[in-house]
């Protein structure tokens, strides 16, 4: 193989689409022709130029990904992707009777209004998209560091999230997007070794649930014990001796219920904190 | 297993599979069509995808498989013409723009020339030389034989090179001549 062989065949075999005895001509000759090299090295550099150029100044995808996950049709109707994690969520407890943590972060300790009549609220903002804003994702982080210690893997892949939540399946789904709560973020976490999910929601006022699922394993917290590093906690209301609210000195607000039955008893619990 | 956790477990295989290509997808439509319509394409596209999931066989190259999507879509969105002609025309076009002497070759002036090339040239660069598809899977992705991809590749790179070997020509040029100006 000569220059004028190899020339034109530079790019195919920088391209590595070249067949092997044909590569092995050309790399020989480009061992022994520095001309040659010197073409190859400026195919190579405008190749890798372009691969930076492409690369730079692109759109951010957070909210495309929303958008896309908000279109998936689930089950016999149209799902957000809020109605899938928070469908999935509650089916959650509903399948497992499972231990569910609910924590209410109030700002200044103001009442929860009933989500029920949120949703009906002409002002409750619609629960159409993923909403993984920087801000409160770094408030969920905080909150979950300091309650449940350990990140799981993938914070924020929300496909990873719903794979995890989505393992507990059932034919009774119930739709905490309802109640007018809309996903903000979530990951899966370890509290112990007990794997969680970990889901925050926005009410329609603003103020922020952090609602935390584990299938089977989990426990509820007792007392100064419960997750907020023993500060002084105030009990704020029982529901048939079957779930605890409590607040503590930060305003962050808890209902722990065990063996949930349904949404509605969700709902019951979240009413009953106000 | 009832209706609705087939369709979950679907949507969650979907999220898993087809979404993590999300970020290539909006580059190669970016590059390939401009930041205003790419997320309209690749949202049609994923819409697509997901409507045709059934049809896709686990295992297989689903990026492959995106993509074949995204650029039906493009086709689609383009209508009817014919982008052989047009991308003929237009590359004739770009290489007698007058262009401006650049600072130097850096990827912003390399962009500004990847930019001059027509959509065809742009998209089977982006295929082959950034996202690494071979020769095969370009031509599978973009409907057209093989050879087609080949030659498109190549006079692709001929004309992003011309764009860049006309720029430091003419900044020198008229550099030199301003400086000798000033001097005088």
């Known amino acids: 193989v000569n220059c004028s062989d190899a020339k034109p065949l530079l790019q195919i075999y920088l391209d590595n689409e070249m067949d092997a005895l044909t590569a092995s001509q050309v790399d020989a000759h480009l061992r022994e022709c520095a001309a040659c090299r010197v073409v190859a090295d400026a ?36 799902r957000t992707a809020v109605g899938l994690l928070s469908a999935a969520a509650a089916v959650l407890i509903v399948a497992c009777g499972a231990v569910v943590a609910v924590y209410i972060a109030g700002s200044g300790g103001g009442p929860v209004t009933e989500p029920r009549q949120e949703a009906n609220s002409p002002a409750a903002e619609p629960p159409s998209s993923v909403e993984p804003e920087d801000e409160a994702y770094a408030q969920a982080t905080a909150e979950h560091t300091r309650m449940a210690g350990t990140h799981g893997p993938a914070p924020r892949d929300l496909g990873a999230m719903s794979k995890m939540v989505m393992n507990f399946t059932d034919d009774r789904p119930v739709d905490l997007e309802l109640a007018g709560l809309r996903l903000v973020t979530g990951h899966p976490c370890h509290i112990g070794e007990v794997p969680y999910a970990h889901l925050v929601y926005k009410l329609p006022d603003g103020r922020r ?39 503590d000195a930060h305003g962050i607000r808890r209902a722990v219920v065990v063996d949930a039955a349904s949404t509605a008893e969700v709902l019951k619990i979240l009413g009953t904190i106000r | 297993m009832t209706l609705f956790a087939q369709k979950s477990d679907d949507a969650d295989e979907f999220a898993r599979v087809a979404l993590k290509h999300l970020d290539e997808l909006v580059r190669t439509a970016t590059r390939t069509c401009g930041k205003d319509a790419a997320e309209d394409l690749v949202q049609e596209t994923y819409m ?14 689903c990026r492959a498989w995106l993509y074949t999507i995204l650029f039906n879509v493009i086709r689609k969105r383009r209508g009817g013409v014919d982008s052989r002609t047009l991308s003929i025309e237009t590359l004739e076009l770009a290489t ?46 973009l409907g057209v034989p093989i050879g087609t991809v080949m030659s498109r590749l190549h006079r692709a790179r001929e004309a992003l090179r ?16 301003a400086d000798e100006r000033e001097a005088l």
Not at chain 1, 50 to 78: C, K, N, Q
Not at chain 2, 48 to 61: D, M, Q, S
Request: aromatic share 8%; hydrophobic share 40%.
């Open chain 2, 48 to 61: 697509r995808a997901w409507k045709y999931w059934h049809r896709f066989e686990p295992g297989t190259n």
């Open chain 1, 43 to 78: 195919y190579l550099r405008q190749d890798a130029l372009l691969r930076e150029a492409v690369a730079s100044d692109l759109p951010d995808v957070r909210a495309l990904r929303a958008r896309i996950l908000a279109d998936l049709p689930l089950g016999t109707r149209r």
């Open chain 2, 96 to 141: 007698v723009l007058p262009i401006a002497p650049p600072p130097s070759l850096t990827v912003s002036v390399f962009e500004e020339a990847f930019v001059r090339l027509p959509e065809d040239f742009r998209a089977v660069l982006v295929l082959v030389a950034v996202e690494g598809f071979s020769y095969k899977e370009a031509s599978e992705i």
């Open chain 2, 162 to 177: 011309r764009l860049l070997e006309r720029k430091p020509s003419r900044k020198l040029g008229n550099r030199k001549s």
């Open chain 1, 209 to 247: 649930v952090s609602v935390y699922l584990c299938k089977s394993g989990g426990r509820l917290p007792k007392g100064r014990e419960t997750l907020t590093s023993g500060e002084e906690q105030v009990e704020l209301a029982q529901l048939d001796g079957r779930a605890v609210a409590f607040s």
